[in-house]
Every structure is written in structure tokens, then in C-alpha cells.
């Protein structure tokens, strides 16, 4: 099938301007202006941007986690992210304790072979690695999965020690690839939350109080130091406030190979949403925690200056029937997580690029451009360009949302709440096109479950 969109202001990281892209074979063959070459299906652009489709580099679908599963799976979950405009996720796939790495990679390949609506790929979360199975590590990498995530949280779960880290971290240095690291300390914050629960403190908003911006900071600088010390690039995941983006700066400023994304629950949600009526609070009950307001202008201006590289989403959903009431009487039993993979790029535009705070070509490289490059996707995709994939977002500056569980073009994720329930939004993604498919039409879902394909990424290429 062949497309030819006509008459688009086509914006990268880099580029402005109007034109026509023909796509032929999946990738985008030419671009150019007023081009007359036949097609098998015309869109007229007039009036809307061209982006590249955007790529979500954080997403867990269908993984067991805090005693139940996150509500999305990779066929709910990437039909969310399409109807948003994103067409490349990198989901977490999970080693646990004794198990082999390349084990998990297989049961994740089973979760979402043939099921998703758009191009996806992995990386490991490792939860264990002994010297005798640092050997995975490049098997996975050969595999395409050219990234582990390392946490210092949830002790007896996910969390590794710091011997851990640093063979993990030799390693993967070593074979060219990149950790993402969870930095928070989480054997304080467990003794913070047993004093919390033992003066009853039960409920939902203890969660956030009990985890301390300062321990954020603590873990993001170690995490940083014994990167450094290994040698390798660090990516730190869903970074939430000023006190840890404090110490990726100063590490930056030293040269250090640091790089870390925020993430929309961080830039447009805060501390309050827990001081609502009853058990609300639990829909925000996610980790790191929701922080004081003031810490949003700080992250925004991290992501001006290119100290956070790019804004993920974290989407982890549980439902609040059944799934966050498990913690009804005691917030750390609260399944940490909150559902977002569909609305981050209407949210990042209308606040960023409407909000004065960000160009259309910051847009693109932090929703986008940007994730692809550290992850290894890039050309292929984070872009528009001849010979990319022709993941493509039609985007309508003009067209206004309310963002709602209620409203079909806004809510495809299968969860019975939406985190920015009433978030008035303006400019939206109207047509997606996932290699040359059109698979989202004005709301409507065009396309076909496993459209999607496991994408190998590549090596860390040294972009900073
Ligand atoms: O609360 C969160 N973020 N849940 C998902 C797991 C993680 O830490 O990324
Ligand atoms: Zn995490
Ligand atoms: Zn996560």
C-alpha cells in the first residue's frame, strides 16, 4: 500500500516546514514539495502538523506486580497508545529471582506476540544477577534488548543491592548497552513506612509522605556514581523532583553519561490529588510519588534545557474497584501504578507547546526523537525522513478534547478511571499511521490486532 499525505507542516527535532511525504513499503520514500506521484490513498494535511509517531520508552503491560496484574495488557494497552500517537512502546519485561533472563524475555515475546496495534520492544528488568549468568546480558542484547532496568526500591520484590548494580552495570557497559535505574531508597523508605503503619497512618496519602524527595535525590546520585564508576550510560526512570534532578544536573555539568525522563503525571499532578475524599488518592498511589506543585516548574525547566531528555509515561493501570481497594486499609498494599500511555502526547502539547513552555521541535525530540535515539530505534524511527519507518502522527493544533474516561477519543485504556479525568486539552492526534498503515482514524481504530511488530533495537550509540 502506498500513502501520500499532502500539504503538512512537518516538524521534527530539527526540521519546520510544509510539504508532502510519500510512503511506499512501510517507510517514507519521498518528501518534497507539491510531489504528483500516484498513491493508493490520499490525505489532505492542510492545517494540521506531520509528527513523528511518538515512541513511549516506559510502559508495563499485563505484569504481575503488587499482588495482582496491571489492567492493560499488550493488546488494550497498545491500542491505547495508538489512539494517543504513539506508535513505539519499549515495555518492561521482568526476570524474577532465579529465574534466567532470557526465560522472562520468552514469557514477555508470548505476552504480546501477535496481540499489539503497534511496534514495541523490551527491556529487562533484572532482579538477581549472579557472575555466572552475566553471559545473558549480551544474549539479550543480541536479541535486541539493549536495556536492563535496576531497582533500589521495593525491597524483597524488584530490588537489587548495590553489588548487584555494579556487576550488572560492568556488564553492560562493557557490551554497549544502557541501564535504567528505579533510584529511590527504598530499604529507608520500608522502615519509614513500618513507623508509618504502626501509628496507623493508613491511607493513600501516607504513600507519598512517607517517601521523601531526599531519597530520590540519594538514590539518583548513587545510581549515577556507580555508573560512573562502571562505565556505562544511566538512564534514570520516571523522575519526579527537583531534588533529583538537581543531582542528574550536577553529574551532567561533570560529564558524566546521565541522562532521565519525566513523566506527565509528574508535570501536570500533584501532592493534592492524595488529600482527596475517601480512598481517591489511591488512583494517584504510584512511585515515585505525586510531589509539591512547585516541583513542576523545575522539571519543565530541566526538560528546556536538556537535562531530562524525555517525557514517558510509566503507564502501569490498575483498576480502582478491586485492584487499588486492596489497600484499603493500608496504602503500601496499594498496587503501585497509574494509567497515562494514551494521553501523553495531547497533555505534553497543551501544556508544553501551548503553554509557552517548549517549541513544536522540543515537542517532537522529547515525545519522540529523543527516547529513539537512547534506545537504540533510531533512525528507523523518532523521525521523518527518507528510509524511516512511516510511523507518522496527523496532529490538529486546533482541535479540543476533555480528557475522560466518558469521551471515546480520549480513553481506550482498560482501566475504570482516567488520571487527568477533566484535563481540557488543546491539539490532538487526529489520523496515526504505523509503518505506512493508517490505524487510527479521527478516534475511530482502523487497524488490526498484530499490526505490531517486536522491534530489535540497536546498541547505545553515544548520543548525549
Ligand atoms: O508506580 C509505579 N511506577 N509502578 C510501576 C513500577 C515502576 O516502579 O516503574
Ligand atoms: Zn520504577
Ligand atoms: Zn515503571
Request: with cysteine; net charge negative; glycine share 10%.
Amino acid at each position: 500500500m502506498s500513502l501520500l499525505i499532502k500539504n503538512g507542516r512537518i516538524i521534527t527535532a530539527v526540521d519546520d516546514y510544509h510539504g508532502d511525504v510519500f510512503i511506499d513499503a512501510e517507510r517514507v520514500a519521498v518528501i518534497g514539495k507539491d510531489l504528483s506521484i500516484e498513491a493508493d490513498q490520499l490525505i489532505d494535511a492542510t492545517g494540521k502538523y506531520v509528527f513523528p509517531g511518538g515512541v513511549d520508552p516506559h510502559t508495563h503491560l499485563d505484569m504481575p506486580f503488587g499482588g495482582t496484574t496491571s489492567a492493560d495488557d499488550f493488546e488494550t494497552g497498545t491500542l491505547a497508545a495508538a489512539h494517543g500517537g504513539t506508535t513505539t512502546l519499549i515495555d518492561y519485561a521482568i526476570q524474577f529471582k532465579g529465574e534466567s533472563t532470557l526465560a522472562a524475555l520468552e514469557t514477555w515475546h508470548k505476552k504480546a506476540d501477535g496481540k499489539t496495534a503497534i511496534d514495541y520492544g523490551f527491556h529487562m528488568i533484572v532482579t538477581d544477577m549472579e557472575d555466572d549468568r552475566l553471559w545473558e546480558l549480551k544474549r539479550l542484547a543480541d536479541e535486541g534488548v539493549t536495556s536492563y532496568k535496576l531497582f533500589m526500591a521495593y525491597p524483597g520484590l524488584l530490588y537489587v543491592d548495590d553489588g548487584t548494580i555494579f556487576r550488572t552495570m560492568r556488564k553492560a557497559g562493557e557490551n554497549g548497552t544502557v541501564v535504567c535505574m528505579h533510584a529511590e531508597n527504598g530499604i529507608v523508605i520500608d522502615e519509614i513506612v513500618k513507623r508509618a503503619l504502626k501509628e496507623g497512618k493508613t491511607a493513600p496519602k501516607y504513600h507519598a509522605l512517607t517517601r521523601p524527595t531526599r531519597m530520590e535525590a540519594e538514590g539518583t546520585h548513587r545510581a549515577i556514581s556507580i555508573a560512573e564508576v562502571a562505565d556505562v550510560p544511566v538512564y534514570i526512570v520516571h523522575l519526579s523532583s527537583s531534588d533529583a534532578l538537581e543531582q542528574v544536573t550536577l553529574a551532567r555539568n561533570r560529564g558524566v553519561n546521565v541522562y532521565a525522563e519525566t513523566c506527565p503525571q509528574y508535570l501536570f499532578l500533584d501532592y493534592s490529588y492524595y488529600e482527596q475524599e475517601g480512598f481517591e488518592g489511591a488512583k494517584y498511589v504510584m512511585t515515585p510519588a505525586l510531589r509539591e506543585k512547585w516541583n513542576q516548574d523545575e522539571l519543565w525547566r530541566g526538560l528546556q534545557f536538556g537535562d531530562l531528555q524525555s517525557i514517558a509515561t510509566d503507564h502501569c493501570p490498575f483498576c480502582f474497584k478491586e485492584q487499588k481497594e486492596l489497600g484499603i486499609d493500608d496504602f503500601s498494599k496499594i498496587p503501585n501504578g497509574a494509567p497515562g500511555v494514551e494521553n501523553r502526547m495531547a497533555l505534553v502539547y497543551n501544556g508544553g507547546v501551548n503553554g509557552g513552555r517548549i517549541t513544536l521541535n522540543k515537542f517532537v525530540e522529547l515525545t519522540s526523537t529523543s527516547a529513539a535515539k537512547t534506545f537504540g530505534l533510531f533512525p528507523k524511527k523518532g523521525t521523518i525522513a527518507v528510509g524511516s519507518d512511516a510511523d507518522l502522527v496527523i496532529f490538529n493544533p486546533g482541535r479540543e478534547e476533555t480528557i475522560s474516561i466518558k469521551n471515546p477519543c480520549t480513553h481506550h485504556m482498560r482501566v475504570d478511571y482516567n488520571a487527568y479525568e477533566g484535563f481540557r486539552v488543546k491539539g490532538f492526534p487526529e489520523t496515526v499511521i504505523s509503518r505506512g498503515k493508517i490505524i487510527v482514524d479521527n478516534c475511530d481504530y482502523v487497524g488490526r490486532k498484530g499490526d505490531g511488530q517486536f522491534i530489535k533495537r540497536g546498541l547505545y550509540s553515544g548520543i548525549r
